[in-house]
């Protein structure tokens, strides 16, 4: 069968089965580039931990330096004062019952929700919607909040969550194609020294297992977990 040409580029520039240093795997996203858009590059971050565990059931924040080149739909829902507080941070949506019902519906025309207190009530009714989704709003990663307006401001600026899967996998996006090569490097360093300050006590062995980048359309790159810092 005759090789399309990206599959010749890709096996001339990228070797599988290598572990690559962090720069050079970088400067690879670029080379293994063939899409005509900003494709997203992403990051998976394979660990030692049971999820199913309570204190192993990572889910930690943290801002990228340079942001996620993404822009990020954020609904608020809240009542009274907080309303002009959120339009004044810059969110995209803002309302409540108008919203929830909106939700139920299947409306999902956003990236994030961010809730003050007194509307988790009604939130969580709708858990089974929001929850696959990953738009639950949750105090640990900074969604619940009276403080609504870094809330927003947070998100807007690049903050991202970095939140273990059942298999022990946190997937989170780190930049795009269209960075230079020092602006995902501090992205993903941020993000390696969050979870590496996020170990939990009770991981005995091997904690950080496997990190891997990938763009939309590309291959996903091995980083050597000694040559990072």
Not at 182 to 206: D, F, M
């Amino acid at each position: 069968m005759k090789k399309s040409k990206q599959r010749k580029v890709t096996e001339e520039h990228f070797d599988n089965t290598k572990e690559y240093s962090l720069e050079d795997a970088v400067k690879l996203l670029g080379e293994l580039k063939f899409a005509n858009f900003d494709e997203t590059v992403d990051m998976a971050i394979n660990l030692g931990v049971d999820p199913r565990h309570a204190e192993e059931n990572i889910r930690v924040t943290t801002s990228l330096p340079n942001g996620t080149g993404k822009e990020v739909k954020v609904l608020v829902l809240t009542r009274g004062p907080k309303e002009k507080e959120a339009q004044d941070a810059g969110a995209d949506y803002i309302g409540n019952d108008d919203f929830l019902e909106k939700i139920k519906g299947g409306w999902a025309e956003i990236d994030k929700i961010i809730a003050t207190p007194d509307l988790m009530a009604d939130l969580g009714k709708l858990g089974k919607i929001l929850g696959p989704k990953g738009l639950m709003p949750n105090p640990k990663s900074g969604t619940v909040t009276m403080d609504v307006n870094k809330a927003v401001k947070d998100i807007k600026a690049g903050k991202v969550e970095l939140r273990v899967d059942k298999n022990g996998i946190i997937h989170t996006i780190c930049g795009k194609t269209s960075f230079n090569k020092n602006q995902l490097l501090e992205n993903v360093r941020a993000i390696y020294e969050t979870v590496i300050k996020a170990r939990p006590a009770s991981v005995k062995g091997t904690y950080f297992k496997k990190l891997t980048l990938s763009t939309t359309m590309g291959p996903g790159i091995k980083v050597d977990l000694t040559k990072i810092r």
